[in-house]
C-alpha cells in the first residue's frame, strides 16, 4: 500500500506539471516497452514452429477472462477527445494519430502472440498474468526476462499518466460546459486542472483494493455504457444538426452512422451479459450515484449553493443547426 500511495503521488504530481511533460514521458515510455517484444521476435525466430499457430480448442477458453480483457486492451480511443482543446491543430493531427495509434496497437499484440504461440511448446494453464516475461527468459535467457519486466511495470505508468491526464480534463470540460461547479475548471500555472488531477488520483487509491481482472471488468462495465451514450449521441446529432459545421466528419450518411454503430453494440452487450454478480453490482450502484448526482447538481445551481458557469469560448448549437460562432461572423 505504501508503494501504491508514493508511485501515485509521483505520477501524479507529473500530470500537475502539464501536458507536454506527459506527452514526452508517454513516447519515452512506449518505445521502452515494445523494443523488448521486439528482441525477443529475433531471438524465437529459430525456435518458431508456425504449426502451432493453428492448434485451436475453445473448450478451454475462459471466455469472461478472455473477452474482458481484450475489450479493456483495445478501448479509450475516445479518451483523446478531451484532450483536443490542448493540441495543436486538432482537426488534422488527431485523426491522423489515431489512424497510426491503431496500427501500431495491432502490431504491438499480435506481434507477441505470434511469438508467444510458435516459439514454445503450447500450454493454455501457463498462460497467466506475467507469462510473456517467462517465454523471454526461454527464448533468450533472464536478462531478456527482466527487461520484459521492466517494460511492463513502464508501460503501466504510461497508461497511468494518460489516463489520468483524459479523466482530469473532461471533468474540467465538464465545468466549462455548466455540468459541474466552477471551481473544476480552474487551472494551475501549468495548464492543469487540479481539482480533477486529485480526484483521479483518489479513485487510484481506491481502486488499489481490488484485484486486476475485477478492476477491468468494472472499468469495462462502466465503459460500455459510456459507448451506448456516445453512440445514441452521434445518431441524434447527425438527425438533429445535420447541418452543423464539424471540426471531424464521418463521411457516411445517417443509415450509415447507425450501421456502423451496430456491431461494436453488440459486442458491449456481450460483455455486459459476461460480467461477474459482483461487478455488475458494485458498477450498478456507481450509475446510479451519477442519475443521482446529475439533477442534485442541478438543485445545488438552482439554489446557488455552488457557482456553476459556461465558457465563453465554447461553441453552442442552435436549433437552425448552425454553430452560434458561425452565425455572429
Request: glycine content about 8%.
Amino acid at each position: 500500500m505504501l508503494a501504491i500511495i508514493t508511485l501515485t503521488v509521483i505520477l501524479t504530481y507529473l500530470n500537475y506539471r502539464g501536458l507536454t511533460i506527459v506527452g514526452w514521458m508517454a513516447i519515452a515510455l512506449g518505445v521502452f516497452s515494445l523494443l523488448p517484444f521486439v528482441a525477443v521476435g529475433f531471438a524465437s525466430i529459430p525456435k518458431l514452429e508456425p504449426s502451432r499457430w493453428l492448434v485451436v480448442n475453445l473448450h478451454t477458453v475462459h471466455w469472461r477472462t478472455y473477452l474482458n480483457t481484450l475489450f479493456w486492451n483495445l478501448n479509450y480511443f475516445d479518451s483523446i477527445s478531451t484532450l483536443s482543446g490542448e493540441v495543436d491543430n486538432p482537426m488534422k493531427t488527431l485523426p491522423k494519430s489515431l489512424h497510426y495509434a491503431l496500427i501500431l496497437i495491432v502490431l504491438a499484440y499480435f506481434f507477441p502472440l505470434l511469438i508467444g504461440t510458435g516459439a514454445v511448446p503450447f500450454d493454455p494453464d501457463l498462460w497467466a498474468d506475467g507469462y510473456f516475461s517467462d517465454i523471454a527468459k526461454d527464448v533468450g535467457g533472464v536478462w531478456l526476462r527482466s527487461w520484459i519486466q521492466i517494460a511492463a511495470a513502464m508501460a503501466n505508468i504510461g497508461l497511468f499518466v494518460a489516463e489520468m491526464s483524459s479523466d482530469s480534463f473532461q471533468l474540467l470540460g465538464m465545468a466549462e460546459r455548466g455540468m459541474l461547479p466552477e471551481f473544476f475548471a480552474k487551472r494551475s500555472k501549468h495548464g492543469t486542472p487540479p481539482i480533477g488531477i486529485l480526484l483521479s488520483a483518489s479513485g487510484v487509491v481506491f481502486l488499489s483494493w481490488m484485484n486486476f481482472q475485477e478492476i477491468v471488468e468494472s472499468a469495462n462495465f462502466l465503459y460500455c455504457f459510456g459507448m451506448i451514450l456516445e453512440f445514441i449521441a452521434f445518431v441524434r446529432l447527425r438527425m438533429k444538426y445535420p447541418n452543423t459545421t464539424r471540426p471531424y466528419k464521418v463521411p457516411i450518411g445517417t443509415i450509415g452512422a447507425i450501421a456502423m454503430c451496430i456491431p461494436p453494440s453488440a459486442l458491449i452487450g456481450v460483455v455486459l451479459a459476461l460480467s461477474s454478480r459482483k461487478v455488475a453490482v458494485a458498477s450498478l450502484v456507481i450509475i446510479v450515484i451519477g442519475l443521482v448526482l446529475q439533477p442534485c447538481l442541478g438543485y445545488m445551481k438552482k439554489k446557488r449553493w455552488l457557482k456553476f458557469s459556461t465558457s465563453a469560448n465554447l461553441t453552442a448549437l442552435n436549433q437552425n443547426g448552425e454553430t452560434a460562432n458561425a452565425l455572429v461572423g
